[in-house]
């Protein structure tokens, strides 16, 4: 028996409003909010609500017959909180029924797969987080950003424990093997994957209301008879798409609501096929075989690669800008500035920049804010240049600094004094242990003492008993000297050429009487 | 002493300098006692019309019948709008000026004879179409009005200076701020060519925006040196309220070019010579202000150099903003290819803006505290911006000087020499 699954993509971005040259290093507001409340709120009445509605009935109608998956990004979940809060309410009364998964994905919506590992995990983290909190699951399968992905990507998502992942059945990474059937992760073949049927589910999110294609109108005794029509081998139809596909990218006009709501009852009648969702497919369904990756995918265009977000130098410029700030973005504990990382990661803001928009017609232009990509690609620059200032001061901020480098050189000089303080105890209590000083002891003796003792020493003594001393003992004597004596000392020290060895001996014996005779008992 | 004037636009309907230096001169040509009657192909009604009285040309009506009417215009050859034709069309237009092309010329012909007109007064789809019309209208005003001498300004205004001095037979000045070489270089559109020709010939005086151009309309259009004069241009005094200070909102420096993004302007120099600069000095920020065909080409230049950090595009600025911007600037280049004059250059330098300015510009040949390079000399505009931006001594002194030596420069000077010219031919 063959299952079906449906899962549906929820975002909506923050888009930017129009920030000028002028505003760079003043204005910190970058987020049209007329706009994205507006299209929050005009999706949530055409799409959101209304589907919801309409899934949660078929739910009731076919209790645990009926499944659905979705991911809701984590720009789409603060917007709803924030401007959509009944939009919220339905998907978590969905969420209530026990026949709906939530995916995770990345938080922003970004392509951190494709640049930095540690910024991507991060944020399915936040996003898994999310979910849990406003749905109460713990995801297990994993969505990447407009489906993107690669062996590398699918490794990481596996390391992350995620059971399932989603991505295209391009042709070209499948060729002749079929897109419905589960394989797994090139690297870690603990990680199954679902491919998107892209024929048969952009039959419906693409070509629904399209009048110039042979097979409108679509039907669902047309669309249950091509599932029948299906591969004998075939295990299961992943049918992905926008949720904007509903009421938003094919108005309710198109007859779009009525499709769906009759969708299921056709497939009951008509097929033998079961709906289901990625976790249960992961756990039921044996893969077939690895899958080869080794250059990201995604579900845009015809080619199904990511050059619909970096596939131009202005993508890849305005890309790379952003992604040199993680690492100081990290260590700043600034919510605004974590805020704006995220949201200036949107995949959307390099979408806008596409120059294929030209040629590739309807999808890319739909809810483009931009005229034209070099527009989006300035507008964007401006906000990044914007937020580059702010996080290089926080780097900077030199009260902070100061304040360091302040409480450094105290500790610094509290540990000196320890230190001057324990040395000078232990010369005293050597001193007072009361032994028998030798002429050696005086290296380790402070200088106002070697001082004390010098005063008490005549000259030629002293030049007699340093005469062929280790050189220490005399570095910590000679400087020592009064100037006055200094001279004395290097005058008598060329004549001395020669000593008796037994002239030194009695030198330094008078030096060491001496030395016992101040310090010793 | 009383002028017909025939010109494109007039402030503050303005896409580009002409207008500008139009409004300057006849403020400039009042004191001397210099009446002016301006014919606009199109009035808004908030024109400054405290120098001038301005004729709208959208108002004035035709009788259709009229046989001379015809037989003017049995002489104005068919004339295709070609791509160069129209050089100050903003990028976004310039599919829609294409579309409308393919219109038949019989629809044009019987568009330029409608009763009323409405000109649009800009550089657009029917440039030529609203041209000829214009010059249809030129020979009814100039039955009309009361003067001594037609002054047009530019090739558009040619047609109709023409015509007014054909129905009246009064002498007749043409004033050249930019020659379709300046505009297209070697590309030049052989009508727009043609019309300047035929202007300057039917000239009684040819008056020259500088010395470059003025050796220009000698050498490339054959006009005898005797007929062509040189004045030079001038900027209105600054007002007070363009010399408050704004709060810089970066702390680089900021470079500054400032105009249509095309192909005379030389933007592409000036991305090269900021590339350099941020190979050395991060501590600079480019900032490139304007509109025009190669704006594109220009982001995406920037963008795959990878300097968009440090070089930014602010799209077409008017009014306050223009002001706004050179606040911000610490210096400001004019890469020029080719520029006739140049007038941007004194209006930066008026509030204490010190610029780079090429040799080819015209202006160059009057100002002395301005950096002067060849335009395609990258390294020595490098070198210039760089030395304004780091060595103070250097730039406190072109802005002190700057100043002083472009207050000196006055319409009012400027339009002394202007009226002698009238006088050779109005004695």
């Known amino acids: 028996m063959k299952s079906i699954c449906l899962y549906f993509q929820v975002h909506q971005p923050y888009r930017l409003q129009t920030y000028r040259f002028f505003d760079i290093g003043i204005n910190h507001d970058y987020y049209d909010e007329f706009a994205n409340s507006s299209i929050m709120q005009r999706v949530a009445q055409k799409c959101y609500l209304p589907m919801n509605r309409l899934l949660l009935d078929l739910i009731k109608e076919y209790g645990s017959a009926f499944k659905v998956s979705f991911s809701i990004s984590g720009m789409a979940l603060e917007q709803f909180e924030s401007c959509a809060p009944d939009a919220l309410k339905s998907f978590q009364e969905l969420a209530k029924t026990g026949n709906v998964e939530f995916l995770a994905e990345t938080y922003a919506h970004s392509l951190s797969a494709l640049s930095d590992k540690e910024e991507f995990m991060r944020q399915v983290k936040m996003h898994a987080q999310k979910v849990e909190e406003l749905f109460g699951q713990k995801p297990t399968t994993f969505r990447n950003t407009e489906l993107i992905y690669s062996d590398d990507i699918g490794a990481t998502v596996a390391g992350m424990g995620f059971d399932v992942m989603l991505t295209e059945g391009a042709k070209h990474v499948l060729g002749w093997r079929s897109p419905n059937m589960m394989y797994t992760n090139a690297i870690n073949p603990n ?16 070509r629904f209301s399209n009048q110039g294609w042979n097979e409108w109108p679509l039907t669902t005794d047309k669309f249950t008879q091509w599932l029948n029509e299906l591969d004998k081998k075939d295990e299961v139809v992943n049918l992905f798409m926008d949720y904007e596909t509903f009421g938003e990218h094919q108005w309710e006009e198109t007859g779009i609501f009525d499709f769906m709501a009759a969708l299921p009852g056709a497939i009951y009648k008509n097929t033998d096929l079961k709906f289901a969702t990625p976790k249960e497919l992961g756990k039921q369904l044996q893969p077939v075989a690895p899958v080869h990756v080794p250059y990201p995918i995604s579900w845009a265009d015809e080619e199904r690669d990511i050059t619909a977000w970096l596939g131009n130098d202005l993508q890849n410029e305005a890309f790379d800008k952003l992604n040199a700030l993680s690492s100081k973005v990290k260590h700043i504990n600034n919510p605004s500035i974590q805020r704006d990382w995220l949201y200036l990661q949107t995949s959307d803001h390099f979408y806008y920049m596409s120059t294929k928009w030209f040629s590739d017609g309807d999808v890319h232009k739909y809810f483009n804010p931009y005229g034209n990509p070099y527009d989006a690609f300035i507008n964007y620059m401006n906000v990044l240049s914007d937020f580059i200032i702010r996080v290089e001061n926080e780097g900077v901020d030199v009260d902070e600094e100061l304040k360091d480098i302040k409480e450094a050189v105290s500790s610094m000089s509290e540990k000196a ?7 000078a105890k232990k010369v005293k209590e050597t ?87 101040l310090f010793g008992k | 002493m009383r002028i017909l004037m025939f010109g494109w636009e007039f402030p503050p309907h303005i896409s580009g300098g002409l207008g500008t ?4 001169l006849t403020k400039g040509l009042a004191k001397h006692g210099v009446n002016v009657i301006f014919v606009v192909p199109r009035a808004y009604g908030d024109e400054d019309e405290q120098a001038v009285r301005l004729v709208n040309a959208s108002d004035v009506t035709f009788d259709l019948e009229d046989k001379e009417y015809k037989e003017f215009w049995s002489r104005v050859k068919y004339m295709e709008i ?25 629809e044009f012909t019987s568009n330029v004879f409608s009763r009323r007109y409405q000109f649009s007064g800009k550089y657009g789809t029917n440039l030529m179409e609203e041209v000829s019309r214009y010059a249809l209208i030129a020979s009814a005003v100039a039955q009309k009005e009361e003067y001594d001498v037609i002054h047009a300004h530019d090739w558009l205004t040619y047609p109709a200076g023409i015509a007014a001095k054909k129905a ?6 043409v004033h050249i701020h930019a020659t379709e070489f300046d505009r297209t270089g070697e590309n030049y559109n052989e009508i727009v060519y043609g019309i300047e020709k035929e202007g300057m010939e039917a000239a009684d005086m040819v008056i020259a925006v500088s010395n470059l151009t003025r050796n220009t309309v000698i050498k490339r259009y054959g006009i005898n040196p005797d007929k062509v004069v040189t004045v030079y241009n001038a900027v209105e005094p600054v007002k007070s309220n363009e010399t408050q200070t704004l709060k810089k909102n970066v702390k680089e420096k900021v470079v500054t070019f400032l105009g249509r993004i095309t192909y005379q302007k ?114 020595a505009m490098a070198d210039s911006i760089y030395g304004l931006c780091n060595y103070d001594a250097l730039s406190e002194t072109f802005k002190k000087y700057g100043k002083e030596e472009v207050e000196n420069l006055k319409w009012e000077n400027a339009a002394f020499n202007v009226k002698m010219v009238y006088e050779t031919v109005f004695p």
């Open chain 2, 21 to 24: 230096a139009c409004f300057g």
């Open chain 2, 266 to 379: 030389g933007p592409e120099y000036f991305i090269e010579a900021a590339y350099k600069i941020l190979q050395k000095d991060r501590n600079i920020r480019f900032v490139m202000a304007g509109s025009g065909d190669l704006l594109h080409k220009m982001i995406e230049r920037v963008a795959a150099l990878k300097i968009a950090d440090r070089f930014h595009f602010t799209g077409f600025l008017k009014g306050d903003d223009v002001n706004h911007m050179f606040a911000l600037s610490d210096v400001f280049v004019m890469p020029s290819v080719s520029e006739p004059f140049g007038i941007v250059p004194l209006e930066a330098m008026r509030i204490h803006v010190p610029v780079v300015i090429s040799k080819q510009s015209g202006v160059s040949e009057i100002l002395r505290h301005a950096l002067k390079i060849d335009f395609w000399d990258v390294d």
């Open chain 2, 82 to 106: 070609g791509t160069n034709i129209i050089p100050y069309v903003a990028p976004e237009d310039f599919e829609k000026v294409v579309e409308k092309n393919k219109k038949t010329s019989q």
């Open chain 1, 417 to 423: 004094e320890k230190a001057v303080k324990k040395a």
């Open chain 1, 431 to 517: 001193l007072e242990k009361g032994k028998e000083l030798n002429f050696d002891d005086i290296k380790d003796m402070s200088d106002s003492a070697i001082k004390k003792l010098l005063k008490e020493i005549d000259i030629e003594t002293l030049t007699g008993a340093l005469k062929d001393t280790k050189e220490d003992l005399a570095e910590r004597i000679i400087p020592n000297l009064s100037t006055k004596a200094r001279k004395e000392y290097d005058k008598l020290e060329k004549e001395l050429k020669k000593v008796k060895k037994s002239d030194i001996r009695k030198y330094r014996k008078m030096v060491e009487d001496k030395l016992n005779e």
């Open chain 1, 191 to 206: 990680l199954k994957l679902l491919l998107k049927n892209f024929r048969l589910s952009d039959d419906i999110a693409f």
């Open chain 2, 168 to 173: 009246s037979g009064k002498p007749l000045v």
